[in-house]
């Protein structure tokens, strides 16, 4: 059985570096919409997201469906309810206010073509921030930070869906948001990521880089607008030292997002729908985002 998963696994990397969130990477894409660059004023804030994921396809190098083992009739639909719990203190530190995080996801995901059928449900890979900081003014916000994930996901080697990807990896944060006078708003969020090596099946994921963004206009409690996301990888990913051909995955997203606020409480909603796919399925997330001030 481990030498099957592991030749599917390889098989697999062919097209797309594995299948974790969905991709090999614990990154989360989309997650990040309305005011991003923008950190919240100092206390402690909670925030949940729930999201469901689709796909029916999976694009080969050229963007093209597979239509041949063991991607044929490729089906994956991924579940999640993610925790953030985040604390911003009332200090300075070179002109801005310091915050730390946590990200903790709960995760189901099932994966199916003519060739395997797998699912699973479990904690996933948990973020941990050592340190952001956060500038303001009147129409400028921005921030930086780093993200480390640990690998305490469920993973097995034997399994062809995991909830965990087995590596460390290290993502360089920053992201900035533009406010009008008039109600306008602009937000992007950038990631690097550096991947450690999967020890069990002597992959290491190559570097990317990915980010959210969201375009909109408020009126008093609502605001409606664009958001998606995209992430393109920098590095083929490497087995055992040498590239793996047709290893560089690439996305864009994007769809309409619409949030509701009042006092310490704020509801977002959106979906952004998959296209410009190389390397990974092509679907569509479903975003509920629910942010509460203590």
């Keep these: 059985m481990r030498r099957l998963v592991l030749s599917l696994m390889l098989t697999l990397a062919l097209v797309a ?12 894409n989309g997650a990040e919409c309305w005011y991003s660059g923008a950190l919240p004023p100092p206390g402690f804030h909670y925030i949940n997201y729930t999201l469901y994921y689709y796909a029916d396809d999976f694009k080969d190098a050229r963007g093209d469906t597979f239509v041949t083992p063991p991607l044929a009739n490729f089906k994956a639909n991924v579940m999640a309810n993610v925790f953030r719990p985040l604390y911003v203190a009332d200090l ?13 996801p709960m995760v189901y995901k099932s994966l199916e073509s003519d060739f395997f059928d797998d699912s699973v449900f479990g904690l996933g890979d948990i973020y941990i921030s ?33 909830v965990g990807v087995n590596h460390w990896t290290f993502e360089a944060v920053g992201a ?6 008039d109600g306008w708003s602009g937000s992007m969020k950038l ?12 992959i290491l994921t190559g570097q990317q880089i990915h980010g959210d963004w969201n375009v909109g206009y408020s009126v008093e409690e609502w605001r409606a607008g664009l958001s998606g996301y995209f992430l393109k990888g920098v590095q083929k990913d ?23 606020h009042r006092g310490p409480l704020a509801i977002g909603l959106r979906s952004q729908w998959e296209f410009a796919v190389e390397n990974r399925p092509q679907g569509v997330a479903n975003w509920l985002k629910v942010i509460y001030s203590f």
């Excluded at 300075?92 to 903790?104: D, K, Y």
């Excluded at 921030?143 to 480390?148: E, Q």
């Design 17 to 28: 570096p594995g299948f974790a969130f969905p991709g090999e990477s614990a990154a989360i």
């Design 92 to 104: 300075n530190i070179l002109g801005a206010s310091p915050a730390w995080h946590m990200v903790i």
């Design 130 to 162: 050592p340190l952001i900081l956060g500038w303001h003014s009147k129409n400028v916000h921005g921030a930086v930070g780093l993200d480390i994930i640990a690998p305490v996901g469920k993973y097995d080697e034997d399994n062809v869906a995991n």
């Design 176 to 181: 900035l948001t533009l406010m009008s006078n």
């Design 191 to 202: 990631m690097y990521d550096f991947h450690t090596k999967n020890r069990d099946t002597d």
């Design 238 to 260: 490497e087995f055992r030292g040498s590239d793996i051909r047709n290893s560089k995955e690439q996305v864009v997203a994007v769809g309409p997002s619409l949030q509701w």
